[in-house]
């Protein structure tokens, strides 16, 4: 991104020379940078050896082995977070040093990236090399300064990170998740856009098969410039105003969900520094959540039937409380989502003859099963019910968008232009899902 600003739930590393680093090199607008001098060690995304699988990624399919690729952006928009010891750089760290990466030996190889379509891809190094980000970051200045930091095009950068989250293999793109719109005029159209291509992006590879994204909203000190969207000066420049205060970053994280749901817990993600969110998008497929009929929390009357477990006859209401009310437990074990998506009510939908609601969902004790769900009607409880676990973007999401632009003062927890990229991607996802909009289903049939 040119400038430098940047819910399904609330729910890599670089080394302190990356202070060092990224101070020298602030710069007086992107428009100003000279990349000419530094453009020898990077290469096109366009190009075939940058988005192809090379021959060892191949090997590694082979031996069913993962490999984890991490695109770091290093646009001018970026080197505020890096300007002294952040919380930005330590989870860098952190996650480049993941202690279940290394328990597991899983190879890892770090990229500078920045530059418009034509994707400037800069080559740190591997975690075979051993501990090679205090290497570069001790030994090069010119590391952080590489590629065409006047720029990033986020949705290249996707594509790019998309594409190597095949197979057994992860990604994991670090930014500040704003777009870099080139339409002066028009700038909320430009981001519809840029909207759209994201969705493209991401249908593009979810039509390959299983993919997983884990989006997650983190926050660090930020001091240096940050570059509006929106704002020019009279010789076409961005504005920009320098700050010191806490600003979002965003970790995309791509790959089969059986891999991600191992590697990246909600757990072990909450506990990065300067967490604040998480949202996790799945295909759905056909899964099999156990579920049976509780006899507990019920208000009325009903028998079970030994032939069919989903069936409550002789059902009867409560006459005194005017109600009817039944519950019945799940199985979410296998779902990677906090357990704060699975109890709250607004996460699902009644559908049926009888106009139920869930009342409430709590954990429960059980070794079969997870949670118990309880729900209800005022009117009459006959014929079929369907109760549906939703497939929602949590509501951090909208209040993380701004498209309000102050030059006098910045915002420390939105990033402008924000809900165009998640419903970018939010639309493939519900696009190749056919536009099933449920995670689980639960289904009764209920008689006299």
Request: positive net charge.
């Amino acid at each position: 991104m040119k400038r430098k600003n940047i819910k399904i739930q609330n729910v890599s590393y670089i080394v302190i020379s990356l202070i060092i680093s990224f101070v020298l090199f602030s710069c007086e607008g992107r428009n100003r940078r000279n990349s000419e001098d530094n453009d020898k060690n990077t290469q096109s995304s366009t190009d075939k050896d940058t988005l192809a699988i090379d021959s060892d990624t191949i090997q590694n399919k082979l031996n069913n082995k993962t490999k984890v690729y991490f695109y770091i952006e290093n646009s001018a928009s970026i080197f505020g977070y890096i300007n002294g010891f952040t919380d930005y750089i330590d989870v860098v760290n952190e996650l480049a040093a993941m202690p279940k990466f290394e328990e597991n030996n899983i190879e890892r190889e770090y990229y500078f990236i920045n530059g418009r379509k034509d994707l400037k891809v800069n080559y740190i190094g591997s975690s075979k090399e051993g501990n090679i980000l205090v290497d570069k970051f001790n030994k090069s200045k010119n590391a952080y300064n590489s590629g065409d930091v006047s720029a990033s095009d986020l949705n290249t950068m996707f594509q790019l990170a998309l594409q190597k989250a095949s197979d057994n293999d992860i990604s994991i793109l670090i930014s500040d998740g704003i777009y870099d719109i080139k339409d002066k005029r028009a700038p909320k159209a430009a981001l519809v856009t840029e909207g759209k291509n994201t969705r493209t992006q991401f249908i593009n590879r979810l039509s390959q098969g299983d993919l997983q994204t884990i989006l997650v909203k983190l926050q660090s000190d930020f001091n240096g410039k940050y570059y509006f969207v929106t704002k020019y000066n009279a010789k076409g420049r961005q504005k920009y105003i320098k700050i010191k205060q806490k600003r979002p970053y965003y970790i995309w994280i791509f790959g089969k969900s059986e891999l991600l749901n191992e590697y990246f817990t909600d757990e072990y993600l909450s506990s990065l520094k300067g967490f604040n969110d998480l949202v996790r998008f799945l295909k759905n497929e056909k899964t099999n959540i156990p579920y049976e009929i509780s006899n507990k929390e019920n208000i009325g009357r009903f028998d079970f039937d030994r032939d069919n477990p989903k069936m409550l006859k002789n059902v009867s209401f409560n006459e005194r409380d005017n109600i009817f009310q039944f519950s019945f437990k799940v199985d979410y074990s296998t779902l990677p989502f906090p357990n704060e998506y699975f109890t709250n009510v607004e996460n699902y939908e009644c559908i049926g003859t009888g106009k139920y609601n869930v009342k409430k969902i709590v954990n429960i004790n059980d070794k079969k099963y997870t949670h118990l769900i309880t729900v209800y009607t005022k009117t009459s409880p006959y014929g079929k019910l369907s109760v549906n676990l939703k497939n929602v973007l949590p509501d951090w999401i909208e209040k993380t968008s701004t498209l309000e632009e102050n030059e006098t003062k910045v915002d420390e927890s939105t990033t402008f232009g924000f809900k165009f990229l998640i419903d970018g991607i939010s639309e493939a996802y519900i696009y190749m899902n056919k536009g099933n909009k449920y995670i689980a289903t639960f289904e009764f049939i209920l008689t006299k």
